[in-house]
């Protein structure tokens, strides 16, 4: 238990960044990162900006959003080159830029630009039961065609089911917590960290073995989210608010059902991905992958070029063969993807000293148990990009020395404790809106479509309420 608990004061730490924190990490003798701790202060501001300034100057913040990602960028930058050089900051950027970002938003953006371009019409309302049974298929959905892909399908019809109501915001809330990041637990399609397991020898179907934890997730976060819906519901029927029952309420109708053909497109794209670079002909004489060198040892690989090319393709072939009028049925704007464009890609390059500093101290955070990877791995994914922060603790995990477990290109790792890793990532990226990209696309839409979603703090109050409890859980049965 002191372990475990030294181990949250040392995470505390490293995303708190207080002042104080800082100066004592500084002047500390044992300290061994390769990176001065108050390059993160642009990170954490950043992070400040987005969590207060929507409460506090709302207009200011939607208007100026990209200036404030300019600065927060540059505070970081300006003080990196001077520290070490400006090529290395040049390269740290570009790298960042090309091989995260880019993917990344690409991918996003296909995913929003072909679920956009399918409606579903019916007459169902959204009740207590209905909702449930939503959020049930499109959490087990995610694990096929990715988090984003089953956050984009569903959003929407989600939404429009509930309009009629005046309580809502927990719908869309939980919506976040199991379609766009439990979900993805059962596949390396399903989340992007799975898929870096994937590529480093991790078994496709291995994820498999996560199914009865995610059950038992969805068992009790659906119970309580049938209690929490039907409260409201009844309160929404007793404040005069009915929906419309004229009539069955069985009746569904997909427009636009043919881009089901563009978001296998884009699953195969990912797919490619992660094999590609494991085949001789994208290889080197060294093993490294081949691509384009764009400057110093920043290469932008031929596998990622040959994904990008896919997604952009499967989303305008999306946007050619399908009516306009499904479009503005299901309420389409550029608003979502445009704001997290924006916010993510200084959230991506500020967010470099901290995975830096997290790759420096991983292996020596004395992590040797599956409950304190569980918890070390998924603290750090619900505010840095769980896709890194999933290697850097599966790195370490392979360099345990272990023996018995699966073995993979960073060494042999347990299953309990690849478990403990995959599901940390995954299911905590849930904790705030910036833990996973399609946690803050849900909340725009939701915003964009009359829905009161919670503030930053106000959704980590909802995590900390309803899914630290779930993980304590888990951590009770399957990771001790």
């Not at 490619?272 to 290469?299: K, M």
């Not at 699966?406 to 478990?419: D, N």
Request: net charge neutral; proline share 5%; aromatic share 10%.
């Amino acid at each position: 238990m002191k372990k475990l608990l030294a181990l949250c004061g040392s995470i505390a730490t490293m995303l708190l960044l207080t002042p104080l924190t800082i100066l004592a990490a500084e002047s500390g003798e044992s300290s061994t990162a390769t990176v001065p701790l108050w390059l993160c202060i642009p990170f954490a501001g950043l992070l400040l900006c987005i969590a207060v300034l929507p409460l506090v100057k709302p207009e200011w913040w939607e208007k100026n959003q990209p200036l404030a990602v300019a600065v927060w960028s540059l505070l970081f930058i300006i003080p990196f080159a001077v520290t070490y050089s400006a090529g290395d900051a040049v390269e740290t950027v570009l790298e960042c830029i090309l091989n995260d970002y880019l993917t990344f938003i690409v991918l996003l953006f296909g995913l929003f630009c072909v679920a956009g371009n399918i409606t579903l019409e019916g007459d169902l309302a959204g009740s207590p039961r209905v909702n449930v049974i939503f959020l049930a298929i499109g959490t087990l959905l995610s694990s096929c065609i990715g988090t984003t892909g089953a956050s984009m399908l569903m959003v929407r019809p989600m939404i429009k089911m509930n309009s009629w109501r005046q309580h809502k915001s927990h719908i869309m809330v939980f919506f976040i917590f199991l379609i766009s990041n439990m979900g993805g637990c059962l596949t390396p399609i399903g989340d992007p960290p799975l898929l870096m397991g994937f590529m480093r020898g991790v078994p496709f179907f291995w994820s498999l073995h996560l199914f009865p934890i995610l059950i038992f997730n969805m068992v009790i976060l659906l119970t309580v989210f049938y209690l929490l819906d039907r409260h409201n519901y009844r309160k929404d029927i007793a404040n005069g608010r009915k929906p419309d029952i004229s009539k069955a309420g069985t009746t569904l109708k997909i427009d636009g059902l043919h881009n089901i053909i563009f978001l296998i497109m884009i699953v195969a794209a990912v797919i490619l991905s992660g094999t590609l670079p494991n085949l001789a002909a994208f290889q080197d004489a060294a093993g490294n992958v081949r691509g384009i060198r764009v400057f110093r040892e920043v290469t932008l690989g031929f596998p990622s070029i040959i994904e990008v090319a896919i997604i952009l393709l499967a989303a305008l072939l999306s946007f050619k063969t399908t009516d306009s009028q499904i479009r503005t049925s299901n309420h389409f704007t550029w608003g979502a993807i445009k704001e997290v464009a924006v916010l993510f890609i200084g959230i991506f390059i500020t967010m470099q000293p901290a995975l830096m500093l997290l790759k420096s101290m991983g292996p020596e955070l004395g992590l040797s148990k599956p409950l304190e990877m569980f918890w070390a791995t998924g603290a750090l994914s619900s505010f840095l990009d769980n896709t890194p922060t999933y290697l850097v603790f599966l790195t370490t995990a392979g360099t345990l020395g272990f023996t018995q477990g699966i073995a993979t290109t960073v060494g042999t790792i347990p299953v309990k404790m690849l478990t403990a890793i995959s599901c940390g990532a995954v299911f905590m990226g849930a904790n705030t809106y910036i833990g996973n990209a399609p946690n803050f696309m849900v909340k725009s839409i939701s915003d964009e479509n009359g829905v009161r979603m919670p503030s930053f703090f106000g959704y980590l109050l909802w995590s900390i309420v309803f899914l630290v409890p779930v993980f304590i859980i888990d951590t009770l049965v399957f990771f001790l």
